[in-house]
């Protein structure tokens, strides 16, 4: 079935210069580019996107982490895109991702892990309206 999913490269991978290279990798994959922005977000809008996790011990690091600079927001395309990304993604820890995948081949971090996909698709619809107002319904 065909999914729309949203795509966060996290400030990491903006400072690293490797938008180029993940971005590749999920047109390499045969996901479709449907919506693109760098953007800087501020702590309301960080809050509201990681809602789920507010209250978690690891979540101040991570706002101050999210909010340090531009990262570009992308909704991709494409069947099954949320698992799929979620797959070239990796496991959360970057020491832990498989090789072969995006976490695994590029981050060493359980925090600056360069990625971020919606996780079901009720998560991808609230964050696609949030991040791309005009894409929603
Ligand atoms: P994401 O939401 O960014 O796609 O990542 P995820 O589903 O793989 O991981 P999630 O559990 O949703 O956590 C969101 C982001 O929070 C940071 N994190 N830090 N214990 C920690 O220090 C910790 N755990 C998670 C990571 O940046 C993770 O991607
Ligand atoms: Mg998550």
Request: proline fraction near 5%; avoid cysteine.
């Amino acid at each position: 079935m065909t999914q729309r999913t949203l795509v966060l490269l996290k400030p990491d991978a903006v400072r690293r210069g490797l938008v180029g290279e993940i971005l590749s990798r999920f047109e390499a994959k045969g996901l479709a580019l449907v919506a693109l922005e760098l953007r800087t977000i501020d702590a309301a809008q960080a809050d509201a996107h990681y809602a789920e996790h507010v209250e978690r011990d690891f979540y101040p690091p991570l706002r101050t982490f999210v909010t340090s600079g531009p990262m570009l927001a992308a909704v991709l395309e494409g069947d099954e895109a949320i698992e799929v990304v979620r797959a070239l993604n990796g496991a959360t820890d970057g020491r832990k991702a498989a090789p072969g995948t995006i976490r695994g081949d590029l981050s060493l971090s359980n925090r600056e892990n360069l990625v971020h996909g919606s996780d079901s698709p009720e998560s991808a619809e609230r964050e696609i309206a949030l991040w791309f107002p005009h894409l929603a319904g």
